[in-house]
């Protein structure tokens, strides 16, 4: 990467609070992402065994479960607020990226999440009696929510992984190989984590007897185990050899997890013994930090080097563009002064770099079209046809249409065309006298040269109206005698308007007048 | 530059956030801040006269509101984020740290909003007799933190039309209170009240059956849809005397688009329109009507949500050629990097380009340079389609044309290429008007084939 600089790089913070900031922000919002997902999956296993293996009371827990869906999933969207802040100032690049790579489910998440929490939300109301609905809602809403955590670990995994990029795009915008199977892991261990955190926090807040109790505990009991065997295939797939510090943490989580099961078996094994809520809440803190210090020094230590590496490059890029800065604000400064709501400022603007400043044709960029710009100043037309070609452009040729403009301020620059060249008036008497000899003759060139074209009318063809660009509608659009007389002598470069100079020039003139004569008011 | 391409195909980049913009402000304002409101105003009407229809109503109201704003709202709004992560990666990355404190403290704010509305809620039932009186604080703590939302946010918003001196000195407090700061919350606010009241008459007249309690609840919603509707119209207007006028002179345009451009007087029809029907309505709420109010509601929420989707429209479109004003162009490119690439060229340094394209295609050398100047705005083949824009124009003349788009078309940034770039878009969009080039991955904008 050659060209990162600007605000993009610039951090509001020091490195290190901005990784406490992250990592506290992050931790909050996981809990609960969590509870959130913990909370939906008991509330429809609870459903499935209760509707479909006949036990009411787990209807009962089911419903007591999804009732606390609707503050677990407001705070777990709220709380993300700050981590996603956090994380796209701190690791901007490779954040970015990752999102960008895999956009489409990106942004597949606004409406993933607002079917399953509308889904989740009408379920809580409904879930007793309704078995057939309350089944739809629950596994669709179901689906649609787990599979955003699937989006987010993606994001993440892809943007830990620089190295990644160039192959998934070659990819055809895919994970393969060693990443693919990362990914997969570590999005079955957010799912793990979120039944442990579900179950131990609806065993306090949902269980309402001895039994609720005991089968939130085996759900408890049996997804700790799980974490703990998905953490290591995890740990056996890192793409780096963890650091030191690394390993402390996760022995630590380690740890703490084993004293969890620990005491979940020994609590497990006595009919009348419940967990302590002051001994699960310490313990599921400890290993929750301690993991998620893991997952953020590893992410780390990728990222870190990374982004020092852009800022290198960004500085060189930011010298080169400093030269420009001034010139840009100027330029900038000015343009605000530009208000087009005038003639003057929409032609000086919009047309004078074709048709020339003296609206003689002969704008700077004139020398680059085949079709050269007209000379609007000779230009004789009516306004409904001068609008027409304002709106509708010259197909075959540079001119564009100017809709874009809306129709006070084309009507303005109509005016000030008219005002400065008399745009919107007649053609104008011939500077001399025709014999009506050479007249009749012009006249017989007209029919034979001219009206295949122009039609005997002057408004065109069936055929020509197809030419690029066609021919104009004499009877509404004219030039000057002078600028027509050069027409017809030279032709119209670019299109299919030959020259006529090898005729007499009293029969130019002649074909001029008629020209003008089909013109009607 | 930095980031892989992509694009929503067919709806376009504007179009996509555009909608989710629009819902999320129909409800952050209407609902979260207006119908919360309401609901604070009828719990405190049911305290004063003992009444418990105003109570049970303003109950009920909230657990529609809670809903709905819990989940559209919320995911609405986190989805412009999300949105334009994926889309405009450059231009939010750098907002978010010219903003970073207002968005850090935001955070805090927002959380505190959703807990006391998660708490205001349930413990409606639970809290009575001496509570009661707390509970009615409750609800106004969450209007002032849903208040402090707005002050928060307008800042942003306000900032990306009118940036004060910011360009110059890059100074957060006049980027945040900027010239359009004070109107526009104005605005916001009497926007959400009259939404509020407009929710809440819905509400009203579809749920509640005593007569006697729906004609007084009407009155008093239709006294403040009055009020509102007037602070809505004044604030609209002091907002547009701060909109410098080489922006404001678009405003006709952004609503009536090409299609519509050349019928200026439709936009002060509709609109006078629009605002004499909400007048009406609100009058005869006023007057107790709860027939009319039932006819009525529903096409007096639409209107008023069309104006919010007018004047989101407005203020996004006319700030033109500008992401971040006198800094950012609409497509990502800075103003400063403009002459650097016309000088030395756009794709050299454009890392993704010579990482993944095969160089020596014209084609696409053409579709990464649409992709990079272009696609912000225009897609190909969809909304505000490029093919229609360059249709009928010769080859010369849409190189000619591009290198003008700023001047011809004010709100349109300029090229950032040199010469030869320019001459291979240009080629490029000819193919693609004439049919010759037909695109592989509309989102990607590659691979291209060319067609017979």
Known sequence: MNMLFDILLQKPLPDPWLQGLLFTAFTLHLLFVLFTLGTAMLAIACMLRGHWGGSPRAVRLAVRIAGAFMSHKSLAVVLGVAP???????YTIPFFTGVTLFAPYWLAVIGLLIVAFLFFDLLARRLEGHRISSLLLGIIGLLCLLIVPGIFVLILSVSEHPGSWLAIIDQGYRLQGPLLSHWLLRYLHVLGAALVFGAAFHYFFAAEDQEDRRSLLRWLTASTLLQILLGIMLYGLLPIRPAMLVNLCLFAGVAGCVLLLWYLFSMGGRADASLSLRTIVPMAVFILVAMLLVRQLIQNRTYLPFTAALQEKSRSHGREIGAFTRESLDRYQSKLAVVYDNGPTIYAQACAFCHGELADGAGPEAKNLAVPPENVAAVRTTAPYLHQILTQGVPGSAMPYFTFLDRHKLDALADYLNARYQTLGKPGPLP????????????????????????????????????????????????????????????????????????????????VRIVGGKRTP | MEFPIFQVPYLGNGMTIALDAVLHVIISHGLAIGAVSMVVCAEYMGQRRSSGAWEVFARDFLGFIVVLTTSVGAMTGVGIWLITSALAPRGIGSLLRVFFWPWFIEWGVFTAEVIIVLIYYYTWRKWTGERKKRHLHLGVGYVVTALCSALLITGIL???????????????????????YLPQLALRLGIAYELGALFAIGYLVFTRRDRQFRREALAFFGRVGLVSLAVTLLAGAWYFTVVPSAFKTHSLYAVMTSRLSQQPELFRQINLGGAVFLLLFCLLALGRSVISARLLVVPALVVAMLFVAQFERIREFIRGPYLMPGYMYANQVLLEETPLFMKEGML???????????????????????????????????INSIVDRVQGRSADGIYVILGHTQEMVPFMPPFSGTDQERRTMADFLFGLADGSIKPGVPSRFTPLSKGR
């Open chain 1, 432 to 511: 001399a006298d025709i014999p009506a000899a050479t007249l009749s003759q012009a006249e017989q060139v007209y029919a034979q040269a001219c009206a295949p074209c122009h039609g005997q009318d002057g408004r065109g063809t069936p055929q020509s109206s197809g030419y690029r660009p066609p021919p104009p509608d004499f009877t509404a659009y004219g030039l000057t005698p002078q600028r027509s007389f050069e027409v017809i002598s030279n032709g119209y470069p670019g299109t299919l308007m030959p020259g006529f100079g090898h005729l007499p020039e009293a029969v130019r003139w002649g074909l």
């Open chain 2, 158 to 180: 306000g900032f990306m039309l009118t940036p004060d001196g910011w360009p110059w000195h890059k100074g957060l407090w006049a980027a945040f209170f900027n010239q359009s």
């Open chain 1, 84 to 90: 996603l802040l956090l994380i796209q100032v701190t």
């Open chain 2, 348 to 382: 050299p340094r454009s890392y993704w380009y010579n990482a993944t394209a095969k160089k020596a295609d014209p084609l696409s050398r053409g579709a990464y340079l649409f992709a990079q100047n272009c696609a912000a705005c225009h897609t190909i083949g969809g």
